[in-house]
């Protein structure tokens, strides 16, 4: 099936650093979203962003959603341990179709 | 329930064995969707239900897989003559309706392994 294209697939930081990651798709999205994945949970979302151009911030998270609809990216400022976790990129056409999904991105952080 | 709620959280099964799946999703959430994590991979879209409609089917990989919503709430998922490729994590989400902005929570997924 359709999946989006996101990298980095893995990130070993050093705590306090700032951490950048982004997803393309060769169609366009309506709606772009940012999820992070523990081990052994489901997704949860992180940011939402519903219009080409947004920027979108939730604490030290900052997203944006690609002018051409196509793209998106998610940094993460001064990283904590606690941020470490898969994060996953997901793109929707319209409210009644599915989310698509990137293959995640691994983010370690090292204390 | 607060949140979503899949059973079992694990389960292995021998190659060729049918199992089943279940997700309880938050109360009144008219929409309900299965995805598909393998190990490494993002989220594979295999089903989902919205309302009385007829469910969007296109992401189920054979006709091994099938799926049932009864009286719009628990959801089954069951896969046929399970294979060693058909192990993964299946994750059930559920949304308040389909309106572009309402957010999908998933629940923490059954992690089926088929030996």
């Known amino acids: 099936g359709q999946q989006l294209n996101q990298s980095p697939q893995s990130m070993f930081i050093q705590e306090g650093e700032d951490v950048s990651m982004n997803c393309t798709s060769s169609?366009?999205?309506?709606?772009w979203l940012w999820y992070k994945q523990d081990p052994g949970e489901g997704p949860v979302l992180l940011i939402a962003?519903?219009?080409?151009?947004e920027l979108t911030s939730n604490g030290r998270l900052t997203a944006q959603f690609g002018i051409t609809r196509k793209d998106s990216f998610l940094n993460i400022s001064a990283s904590i341990p606690s941020d470490v976790g898969i994060y996953f990129c997901?793109?929707?056409?319209?409210?009644?179709?599915?989310?698509?999904f990137g293959k995640g991105t691994r983010l370690s952080v090292i204390a | 329930g607060a949140g979503v709620s899949q059973s079992p959280s694990n389960k292995v099964t021998e190659k060729g064995k049918d199992v089943e799946l279940r997700c309880d999703p938050i109360s009144g959430h008219t929409a309900l969707y299965w995805y598909r994590q393998s190990l490494g991979q993002g989220l594979e879209f295999l089903i989902y239900?919205?309302?009385?409609?007829?469910?969007?089917k296109s992401g189920l990989p054979s006709d091994r897989f099938s799926a049932e919503r009864t009286g719009g709430s628990v959801s089954t998922l069951t896969i046929q003559r399970t294979q060693q490729e058909d192990s993964a994590v299946y994750l059930c989400?559920?949304?308040?309706?389909?309106?572009?902005?309402?957010?999908?929570?998933f629940g923490q997924g059954t992690r089926l392994t088929v030996v």
């Open positions: 239900f919205q309302g009385n409609s007829a469910p969007d």
């Open positions: 962003l519903y219009k080409a151009g």
């Open positions: 989400a559920s949304r308040r309706d389909l309106a572009v902005n309402t957010e999908a929570f």
């Open positions: 997901a793109g929707q056409l319209h409210g009644n179709t599915p989310l698509v």
């Open positions: 169609s366009i999205f309506n709606t």
